[in-house]
């Protein structure tokens, strides 16, 4: 994982990207930024008071250098005609849908709109935010604002796992609580799209408690049911499922539960059948295997725009920016190692 972040910043700093931050409130942010900013991987844009960022800053010892920094007050006036642009675009996206103009106003005092916006505007590469908030209440401003890629398509987190310098892909960990067998497979895609835009060549386990009709169970069959979307969808995806965790990761396992796996028990990419399943999992695995976890990274999204988890570091946020600004950038990674 280290080596792949290396490579993320490396390419990270080669076009720095302008991105913003809303919660320019939270010490780990302020830290964050202090270092993308000092190691220029990143151009940050701080949404918030100056003043009130300088005695955060001042309080926590990170000597951040406000005044080289863009800083975007919203209750500035001279940022009044920009938050009555955001109300306005907010208005017209959002008027079908019951909101009104006063209700656009008051919602630009949140922070998240205002960075959506500035994403959607192309005033910035991406937006990096949700430590301080559930996942639920920051994917609003991403819905309302950002918009999904396509007419339908719905969104999902995959979460870039390292154990025992193995790399791994876990989906969807954070965003869809009970996808049907249509969600699972456009998340299996776009997870696999995710792999390969890092260089990894994706191998898919659709997870279940079951392999290949062991249970006629609804739980199992709709994982079924997305393979064989998937492979009508994209035929060379390398995908098995419905496959048991072991079968799908350990080789001596899947030679003996299912020899004729395509995966060969070396699968890189996880989708699990559920968020209970997907969210404990990748948890499990950092908490008590001492994997490395970075993300979750939205899937599915217009505009980079990424959450952070509540219980992350600085660092994590260091992370998560590199990536977005590297999605804005639409590059590709090496990641060979890790195959």
Known sequence: MRNLLARIIDQAQKDRQ????????????????????????????????????GELAKEHNIKMALEDLEIFDPESPENAEKIEKYAQELFTRRKEKGITIEQAHELMKNHDYIGCMMTHFDEVGGLVSGANSHSADFLIPIFHVIGVKEKFHKVSGVFFMVMRGRLMLFADCSV??????NDLSNIALDTAQTARR??????????SYSTHGASDDPMATKVAEAVKIIQQRDPSLIID?????DAAIVPEVA????????LHGNANVLVFPDLNSGNIGYKLCERLAGADAVGPILQGLNKPVNDLSRGCTWMDIVHVAAITACEAMSADYDAKEYQ
Do not use: C, W
């Open 176 to 181: 869809m609580i009970n996808p049907d067998a």
């Open 255 to 262: 030679m003996k539960k299912f020899p004729n796996s395509p």
């Open 241 to 245: 499922g419905e496959i048991q965790l």
């Open 18 to 53: 302008r991105l913003v931050f809303a919660e320019t409130d939270d010490p780990r942010t302020l830290q964050a930024i202090d270092y993308l900013d000092d190691h220029k991987i990143v151009t940050p844009v701080l949404i918030g008071n100056k003043e009130k960022i």
């Open 198 to 207: 890092f260089g990894i060549e994706p191998r898919v386990a659709m997870l």
